[in-house]
């Protein structure tokens, strides 16, 4: 795989506009698996550091430093929670409410290794929060699609695909905490005559990184760092919108 577009860089940053599947860095059961960090490491050396992570199945902004006082600054906002993130979710099912907050403590499940748990104690706090941006209602019983943006304030492993799932709507096309949803054009356009082998139109994980703001760790400005949404993403949001729905 080549290396995934830059969406900034100086002498100090260098963040890129990661696909979804692609590992941010080795896999801890297969090593042979194509990494982002391996990929960045051949092309600009291993002086360049990654300072967070996102699931291999969600697509976005991922930051790496340059030098080692910017790694030690960015890293600092990182664990000190004032780095403001801004995720995009298409659901399987609408919230009820247009804006809510999800607050649980999470850890990961022990009958299923790498899947994470809701527990009421011995785990570690998660909140985020959750706009509803646009509702889009389906026929014949099948439940609504929205989409929503999500504000998590902590950065736990699957933080927003559990906390969405745990409030009964799931991510479109979450094999671990979702179901068996798959969005056809010939569901929501009338007399559409699909075909037998008729694909999604999003057949990955419906979540994507679409904003990272922070302070520069030269300049001390604020910084934001925008991914545009995936052509899939962006493609199953043009039919939502043209074949029914309500903002």
């Known amino acids: 795989m080549p290396l995934p577009p830059i969406l900034y860089e100086d002498d100090a940053l260098i963040a890129f506009d990661k696909p ?35 699931d291999a199945d969600t697509s976005g902004v991922v930051l790496c430093t340059k030098t080692k006082p910017a790694l030690d600054f960015v890293s600092g906002q990182f664990q000190a929670k004032t780095v403001a993130k801004v995720y995009h979710a298409l659901t399987v099912g609408m919230p009820p409410a247009d804006e809510f907050e999800v607050d649980l403590v999470l850890k990961e499940d ?44 902590t950065g736990r492993t699957h933080q927003i695909r559990v906390h969405l799932a745990a409030g009964g709507t799931p991510l479109l096309n979450d094999p671990f905490y979702g179901n068996e949803t798959v969005l056809l054009l010939s569901e929501l356009k009338r007399g559409y005559k699909g075909r037998e082998d008729e694909k999604p139109l999003i057949g990955r994980l419906a979540l994507h990184a679409g904003e990272l703001t922070f302070r520069h760790p030269v300049t001390r400005e604020p910084l934001t760092v925008v991914s545009p949404l995936p052509n899939d993403f962006a493609v199953a949001l043009k039919y939502l919108r043209k074949f029914g729905g309500e903002r």
């Open 110 to 153: 022990d009958a299923k290794p790498g899947r994470m748990c809701v527990v009421k104690k011995h785990g570690k706090a998660s909140v985020t929060r959750c706009q509803v941006l646009e509702r889009f209602p389906r026929a014949a019983g099948r439940r609504g699609i929205a989409y929503v943006a999500c504000r998590p304030l």
């Open 20 to 54: 979804s599947g692609l590992l941010i860095a080795p896999d801890r059961w297969d090593k042979s698996r194509e990494n982002l960090m391996d990929l960045v490491h051949a092309r600009f050396g291993h002086g360049v550091a990654n300072v967070h992570r996102i």
